[in-house]
Every structure is written in structure tokens, then in C-alpha cells.
């Protein structure tokens, strides 16, 4: 069974200052692994994902991800955070192989960036 | 080009009645996910609709269930509503056959928020 763990509930940054998010991840299979961002009262928006190949991904707004298979980790970083990405960001994992299956998600982390 | 399109965004129902919840996915969409978003159990997967079939599940009562019709608009019920069944419901829907497990991208629309009393 696959699984994601995000560690930190909570994360505060001052504006500028580097953004870190954690993600571990637990597959039987090679994973695909997606970072989503959630601002209140919507839905969510997909950041980036690593399917197969480089693993460093790049994905909008300046985040970007790096997927260690040998840590089953896929953490989230930004050089310098802007206020306008305070929200909550969600780490998520599917089955490459199973075809039309399900995302799994991890608990959350909500950022906040203080001016 | 238009979002994925969920309706109604805000419903309140009593415990006992049932609710129907629908999403229009972007135009050329064939896949359709629904997710439960609770603050205690986070985002959980509902289930899959891929060409007017169910092709995923996941592990929530009988209660929930689905539908997709030709146009690759979903609907989802929720039968004898229960005050756990507050959350937000969100759909998403995504281009290719192989749906997110292929590594496509997933749009998810704004959500429909359920409040039972």
C-alpha cells in the first residue's frame, strides 16, 4: 500500500526567506509523486509533478521539488517566499502502474509567511 | 478554455436526506475523480469514472456512489446523509486514458461544501 507523510502541520517563514516542505513517501512500485496547493475556499492546483526521469522538477512559481528514491522523499522548496504563497500544500502519491488509479495524500502543511 | 465546473458550491442538508453533487469536467476530459476533504481525515479518494465506468474505488460505505454520463459530466450521491459526511467534495478531471496514475495532470474544481445538520 502506498502512503504519504508530511511532516510539519505548520511551517512559518519570513517573506524571503527559503521555503522547505517535506514529503515522504511509502510505494511497493515506482511512484508518481505531485505537490498541490490549496488557497482557502478553492480547489487544488497542481505545482509540479515526477513521474520518470530528471529528478530535480521545476514547476510554477519559482517551487521546486527533488524525488530521492534512496530517502523515499520528494520535499518542496522555493528560494524566497513571497506572501502571496501562504496556503496549504498537499504531497501526493499514485500507482504509475494502475491505470486510472486513485491519488494518495498526505496530511497537509500549511505555510504562512510573515511580512 | 472553462475550469472544472462543480455544483452547488455551498449545500446544507439535515441527517437522513440524500445529496446529489455534480462536475463538468473540462471539455475532452474523460476521467473524473471525486475526493472527500475533512480536517480530520484529510483528502480522501471516492472514486474514478473513466468512459462511463467505474474503474477505481476507494474505501468509503455504500452510501457513496456515482455516476458518469456520456458527456464525461459526474454526479455523486450521498444517501442517509450523517453528520461525518461534512466536508468539502471535490472533483477532478483529467485528459488521458491512464488518468492521474499516468502521471496526468489532475484539474480539480473549487469543491462543493456539505454541511449536515
Known amino acids: 500500500a502506498q502512503s504519504v507523510t508530511q511532516l510539519g502541520s505548520h511551517v512559518s517563514v519570513s517573506e524571503g526567506a527559503l521555503v522547505l516542505l517535506r514529503c515522504n513517501y511509502s510505494?511497493?512500485?515506482?511512484?508518481?509523486l505531485f505537490w498541490y496547493v490549496q488557497y482557502p475556499n478553492q480547489g487544488l492546483q497542481l505545482l509540479l509533478k515526477?513521474?520518470?526521469?530528471?529528478?530535480l522538477v521545476k514547476g510554477i512559481n519559482g517551487f521546486e521539488a527533488e524525488f530521492k528514491k534512496s530517502e523515499t522523499s520528494f520535499h518542496l522548496t522555493k528560494p524566497s517566499a513571497h506572501m502571496s504563497d501562504a496556503a496549504e500544500y498537499f504531497c501526493a502519491v499514485s500507482d504509475g502502474r494502475n491505470q486510472g488509479g486513485k491519488l494518495i495524500f498526505g496530511q497537509g502543511t500549511e505555510l504562512s509567511v510573515k511580512p | 478554455k472553462a475550469g472544472v465546473t462543480q455544483t452547488p458550491r455551498y449545500l446544507i442538508k439535515t441527517r437522513g436526506q440524500q445529496v446529489t453533487l455534480s462536475c463538468s469536467p473540462i471539455?475532452?476530459?474523460?476521467?473524473v475523480s471525486w475526493y472527500q476533504q475533512t480536517p480530520g481525515q484529510g483528502l480522501q479518494f471516492l472514486f474514478e469514472?473513466?468512459?462511463?465506468?467505474?474503474?477505481n474505488k476507494g474505501n468509503f460505505p455504500g452510501r457513496f456512489s456515482g455516476r458518469q454520463f456520456s458527456n464525461s459530466r459526474s454526479e455523486m450521491n450521498v444517501s442517509t446523509l450523517e453528520l461525518g459526511d461534512s466536508a468539502l467534495y471535490l472533483c477532478?478531471?483529467?485528459?488521458?486514458?491512464?488518468?492521474?496514475?499516468?502521471?496526468?495532470?489532475?484539474?480539480f474544481g473549487q469543491g462543493t461544501r456539505l454541511t449536515v445538520v
Open positions: 469514472y473513466f468512459s462511463e465506468t467505474q474503474r
Open positions: 515526477y513521474t520518470t526521469g530528471a529528478t
Open positions: 471539455s475532452g476530459h474523460r476521467s
Open positions: 510505494s511497493s512500485v515506482p511512484p508518481y
Open positions: 477532478a478531471s483529467s485528459l488521458s486514458g491512464s488518468g492521474i496514475a499516468g502521471g496526468t495532470e489532475a484539474f
